[in-house]
């Protein structure tokens, strides 16, 4: 006998997906809904991936296509089409084309139990393999027990287990439940699948009345009890997600807070868990860090600003109400408050964003300012660029967008539009309050305004006519002799 690794038994992992979900009360199938990394259902693939299984089975019905589309590209999945949906053994029963009469092990998974560990899983399927069990289930122990299976125990075994509306009131007393995850010896799971019937509270196929059959055969059943049951809660309600969704947040905050990231209020902060953030930042109150978004070192990201998909240097300050996607950061940079960064942006070395700017696929080199008011799209903008206050980039000709190039050390004055496509030189100025329609070559000034003129005494020459006319309004207001 050997213990390599490749003498161990196929592993074929199924995933519930094919329930309604009324409780959700969504047009929505319950399985895409999204807890913070992405839909439920992805995550288990996601987890189910961790045991690199012979196959992965997700078993649809209710609105399939829609799960099918949210799955599209994943080449490792296979479907099953529950239709009508019976209940859960009826589901797994729909994968016995694909799986029956192949050996090895099926490990099941629901489709709406989003926080199980990979390392769970590895210790379901080791224990399942070390007992040589027909069947092994996940239970926890939990102090809210309701509308779980309960796990019903005699002399210390697994006997069965019963639904919470089939349940007599003691019963329902049990705190060990049946966290719907499973392993199963292959050959005998199909053989028994059939014979399951349908007679209780739901009019179901439950796969739960497995256990009380195998034990009638005299298989052998076991259970892993795990120590976080946080870790098997189903969501079967919009107040479940909203719970789970908070326990995904509270460990990826806790992973941060022992990595050295400060948290002023975790309460607070919405992290998803992909999110990387260095040592030393302090993220303030009501900030969202969102998708593949990677934070450097020693920054300060202040109350209520949103990042999705950036990259962030280190010593970069993000002020208050910014929004973020798409866009990379580099270190020492200054950004809002009110700061809008589109995607594919790019701010350089110690640059500066203030407030209410707006940038779009646009480049702002090392150690340039965008202050106040601004908007710019489709432009490169060198180093050590001023932009001035209320500086337009007029990129849109209402049918294409254009780009403008603002080379090193150029100085825009307030108020300026560059329409584009259009370049300023290397150190030329653009006199404030300018349309800018022609090139402005290195180290000109652009001036494009209206000549002002100044008009001596005016103010004087008003008054007093409008004196001559009050007087002329009041004589003809008299009455005539
Ligand atoms: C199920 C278990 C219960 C366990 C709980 C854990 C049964 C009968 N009950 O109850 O013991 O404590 O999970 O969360 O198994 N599904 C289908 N086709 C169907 C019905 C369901 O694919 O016909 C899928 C659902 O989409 C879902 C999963 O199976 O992903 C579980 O179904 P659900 O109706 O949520 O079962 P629970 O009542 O939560
Ligand atoms: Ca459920």
Not at 43 to 60: F, Y
Not at 74 to 79: E, G, P, W
Not at 204 to 209: F, I
Request: proline share 5%.
């Amino acid at each position: 006998m050997t213990n390599s690794p490749t003498s161990s038994p196929p592993i074929h992992v199924v995933i519930l997906a094919a329930g309604q979900g009324t409780r959700m009360r969504s047009r929505l199938p319950k399985v895409l809904h999204r807890v913070p990394g992405g839909s439920m259902l992805n995550c288990v693939i996601r987890t189910a991936e961790s045991l690199s299984p012979d196959t992965l089975t997700i078993v649809v019905g209710h609105e399939a296509e829609a799960v099918r589309s949210h799955l599209a590209g994943m080449k490792s999945v296979q479907f099953a089409l529950q239709e009508p949906q019976l209940g859960t053994a009826h589901a797994l029963l729909q994968t016995a084309p694909l799986l029956a009469g192949r050996p090895g092990n099926l490990v099941m998974l629901s489709g709406d139990v989003p926080l199980l560990t990979a390392a769970t899983l590895r210790t379901l399927v080791a224990s399942h393999c070390e007992t040589a069990a027909a069947a092994t289930v996940v239970t926890a122990v939990v102090e809210r027990p309701f509308g779980y299976g309960r796990i019903v125990r005699v002399d210390g075994e697994v006997a069965r287990i019963v639904e919470e509306r089939d349940a007599s009131p003691s019963e329902r007393q049990i705190r060990e439940i049946n966290s719907g995850i499973y392993a199963f010896d292959m050959v005998r799971l199909f053989d028994a699948l059939g014979g399951i019937a349908s007679q209780n509270a739901q009019g179901e196929y439950y796969l739960t009345d497995l256990i009380a059959i195998y034990r009638r055969r005299k298989h052998v059943v076991k259970t892993v009890v795990i120590d976080d049951p946080g870790e098997v809660r189903g969501v079967n309600s919009r107040t479940e997600l909203a719970e789970v969704s908070r326990l995904v947040r509270q460990k990826k905050n806790e992973e941060l807070m022992a990595s050295g990231v400060t948290l002023i209020d975790p309460a607070t902060t919405y992290v998803d868990p992909d999110v990387e953030i260095g040592a030393d930042t302090v993220i303030h109150p009501g900030v969202i860090l969102e998708g593949r978004t990677r934070i450097g070192a020693a920054c300060e990201i202040h109350a209520y600003v949103r990042i999705a998909d950036s990259e962030i240097g280190d010593n970069v300050t993000i002020k208050n109400f910014s929004l973020v996607t798409g866009s990379q950061i580099a270190s020492g940079a200054s950004v809002g408050p009110f700061a809008h960064l589109r995607p594919e942006t790019v701010v350089g070395e110690s640059a500066r964003v203030g407030n209410f700017v707006e940038l779009k696929k646009t480049t702002l080199g090392a150690r340039s300012k965008a202050n106040h008011l601004a908007y710019l799209g489709d432009a490169t903008i060198g180093a050590q660029v001023n932009v001035g206050a209320g500086t337009i980039t007029c990129n849109y000709d209402g049918k294409d967008k254009h780009p403008t190039v603002i080379e090193d050390g150029a100085f825009i004055g307030s108020d300026s539009q560059l329409i584009a496509p259009v370049r300023v030189g290397k150190g030329a100025y653009v006199a404030a309050g300018s349309s800018i329609t022609q090139d402005v070559p290195a180290g000109a000034l652009g001036i494009a305004r209206g000549r002002q003129s100044v008009i001596e005494g005016w103010v004087e020459r008003k008054k007093e006519s409008s004196d001559a006319t009050a007087t002329l309004r009041k004589d003809a207001g008299k009455p005539a002799h």
